[in-house]
């Protein structure tokens, strides 16, 4: 995952600059001027009301850790099942006259269950974790952003802020400014 | 022109005409009649905070009817016991667990809708997903209050935990009773959790739009510090696609359990290896039906005409006729099964139905789940009649209750041993019980519509912004874009 979202580490020799579109087209066009001029995808940020993928807005696409903390999630649900269906009816054993201490199917079943629900639990938790949620630290953001616009937020040198805000001008972004960060 | 081809160009004709009528005008389809964002989410938040002397009157009755009915007689039967029940051999299970099996089968309209016609690419889906995941979240709810009402010492229910305790017993995991709890478990948490992953963004703009009271506290812890950027809408869409593919077996297995209570036990009549895919199947069909009277309710009340139309009361209506057909192969394979195999005590089941005491309870079943979807649903028309709509699916969730009554408590009536037959009338008590569930349901719901967005607003845009129109010859043909990666 890039720090995209988590701004520039040196806050006194860079700037931030946002502006906000209302098309999708003028957005990836200013993001290719803003890489045309030097400055790179990483110190973009791009908030949106909808999600549009990287491919649409000419950016890299993004890595995730989630399908491989799903599939943790659900392998500690399989030894989960293990521990409850198999070992503790050995450990505490009740025995039926021509049963056995371990019947299969239903233990089967029962790990089913047992990987399922870790496997959602995981999985939500994975999505709070990758995205610190919940989170009540300020953050930059756009309050119109659900009006539909879709803001980019550029983190540059404080030498390169006027080639940003020219890039974004260009494209014809409204409510260039430097944002302040608000809580959430 | 024989009479034949005569009636069959009339019902083709019949069928066909709302479909030619409706999809002339494409601007009549939601997904092709964008509106600003701006004034979908005004829309929707409006709907949430209009709550007049009506909305107050229904949820102050339907909590009355829940505190009085529900509860009063819960704990009645709780004080007194047992025996305030219509329970007595051989009849020991009742409408309660016939109201479990009905609750847990509602649930299944939620992942069915979302999660199935997400996979599927159903894009008349988006603006219903929700209303139909609040259904399963707040009949699962419900469903799971009938294990503790039916097993009546409910303050001793710990005991089922797997804890050693003083006697020395770790109770068995291998229980089918404990199937069920799992089960419903993984489910309740599975199915809420996918209510409120897409929930999120939505929150986020009932909170940018600093409501006040308490709605702007709630929707800012909620909304869980929400931005909008790239790498959390990734997860999100990632996450739901995870949530959608894992929900489907979830929600197979657990009425698949629910029926194994039933099937694994010698009683005439239960003891079926259709029982799984005939329950699911069922669960499916009473779930759309209940999903379509909620969606007639909260349009009509809501004022949600823009974002619930006649195409997804239609688009809901056909799965419906679908599953009544499907419904009745499973219903008349069993039935078949146990009339040829020529059992004289599984006869006894087929008599207590067609000519017993039950039997009015089963023709009426066979009349709502057969006949009146089969008569209507195939009419255009009427699958776009909110009015038709609201009566053939109030009629079919009848027909699926009697379904599950006389599954429950009609063939326990009968069994191996003449001596030991007996009727079963639910009592008073049992009534009020069921009757305070649908009341307790409706407000759980009702207050729900009004604390969450009901509309997928952000799934409503992003499919306005994939579907568009294009001329091809002489016609104009709605197109759909692949937004995804």
Redesign the interface.
């Given at each position: 995952m890039s720090n995209r979202q988590n701004g520039p580490v040196d806050p006194e020799s860079t700037a931030v600059v946002m502006g906000s579109f209302t098309e999708i087209e003028p957005t990836a066009d200013a993001l290719d001027e803003l890489r045309g001029r030097g400055i790179a995808d990483e110190q973009i940020s791009i908030m949106s009301s909808l999600p549009y993928s990287p491919n649409i807005l000419g950016r890299p696409s993004v890595r995730t850790r989630l399908p491989m903390i799903s599939l943790t999630s659900a392998i500690v649900g399989l030894l989960a099942g293990i521990f409850f269906v198999i070992v503790t009816p050995h450990l505490y054993i009740i025995r039926v006259g021509g049963q056995p201490i371990v019947p299969l199917p239903p233990t089967f079943l029962l790990m089913y269950e047992f990987i399922m629900l870790l496997l959602i639990v995981g999985t939500f938790g994975g999505f709070l974790a990758l995205n610190h949620f919940p989170s009540s630290k300020p953050k930059y953001y756009d309050s119109k952003l659900n009006d539909g616009r879709i803001s980019l937020v550029v983190h540059v040198p404080a030498g390169q802020k006027a080639e940003a805000v020219a890039a974004l001008e260009a494209h014809g972004a409204v409510d260039i400014h430097e944002p302040e960060r608000r809580e959430l | 022109m024989s009479v034949l081809d005569r009636a069959t160009g009339w019902f083709g004709s019949w069928v066909s005409r709302g479909e030619r009528e409706a999809h002339h005008d494409h601007s009549k389809l939601l997904l092709h009649d964008p509106r600003?964002?701006?004034e979908l989410?005004d829309m929707v938040l409006d709907a949430m905070q209009r709550t007049g002397r009506g909305y107050w009157t229904v949820v102050g009755l339907l909590a009355v009817l829940a505190v009085g009915s529900f509860l009063a007689a819960w704990v009645y039967m709780i004080l007194s016991g047992m025996g305030v029940t219509g329970l007595s051999r051989p009849n020991y299970w009742g409408v309660f667990i016939a109201s479990f099996i009905f609750w847990i089968g509602i649930s299944h309209a939620g992942t069915f809708i979302s999660a199935i016609l997400r996979i599927f690419g159903a894009e008349y889906r988006r603006p219903i997903t929700r209303a139909a995941e609040m259904m399963t979240t707040t009949s699962l709810i419900v469903a799971a209050s009938f294990l503790g009402i039916h097993v009546g010492r409910v303050w001793v229910a710990y005991w089922i935990a797997?804890y050693?305790n003083q006697r020395?017993?770790?109770p068995?995991?291998?229980s089918?009773f404990?199937?069920d709890e799992?089960?419903i478990?993984?489910y309740l948490?599975?199915s809420t959790?996918y209510l409120y992953?897409p929930l999120i963004?939505d929150l986020?703009?009932a909170?940018?739009r600093n409501l006040g009271g308490w709605r702007e506290k709630v929707y800012?812890?909620l909304?869980?510090?929400?931005?909008?950027?790239?790498?959390?809408?990734?997860?999100?869409?990632?996450?739901i696609k995870?949530?959608s593919v894992?929900?489907i077996?979830?929600m197979f297995?657990v009425h698949t359990?629910v029926s194994w209570d039933l099937a694994m036990t010698k009683a005439l009549g239960w003891r079926s290896t259709i029982f799984a895919p005939y329950f699911i199947v069922g669960a499916v069909f009473s779930g759309l039906s209940a999903a379509i009277s909620v969606l007639i309710i909260a349009r009509s009340s809501m004022k949600l005409e823009y974002f619930i139309r006649e195409e997804h009361l239609n688009g809901l209506a056909r799965l419906v006729l679908i599953f009544s057909m499907v419904w009745t192969y499973f219903f008349f394979a069993d039935f078949l099964t146990e009339w040829y195999g020529g059992d004289a005590a599984g006869h006894t089941i087929i008599q207590l139905q067609v000519s017993g005491p039950v039997a009015p309870f089963w023709y009426a079943m066979l009349f709502f789940n057969i006949v009146v979807p089969w008569l209507t649903l195939w009419n255009g028309r009427i699958r776009r009649s909110p009015k038709a709509l609201m009566l053939i699916t109030i009629g079919i969730n009848v027909g699926m209750y009697l379904e599950r009554y006389i599954i429950v408590t009609g063939f326990l009536r009968r069994n191996q041993m003449p001596f030991s037959w007996g009727d079963y009338a639910p009592s008073p008590v049992e009534i009020a019980i069921v009757f305070g569930s649908l009341c307790t349901f409706l407000l759980f719901y009702a207050l729900l519509s009004r604390a969450i967005p009901i509309i997928p607003v952000?799934e409503v845009?992003?499919g306005q912004?994939s579907h568009g129109l294009r001329r091809l010859g002489r016609a104009t043909v709605p197109t759909v874009t692949e937004?995804?990666?």
């Open positions: - | 600003p964002q701006e989410n797997p050693p020395g017993l770790w068995n995991y291998h089918p404990l199937w799992m089960a478990v993984t948490v599975g959790l992953l963004p986020a703009m909170r940018d800012r812890a909304a869980l510090g929400w931005q909008g950027t790239e790498e959390q809408w990734h997860h999100l869409n990632l996450a995870i949530f894992v929900i077996p979830v297995s359990i952000w845009r992003e912004l937004l995804e990666e």
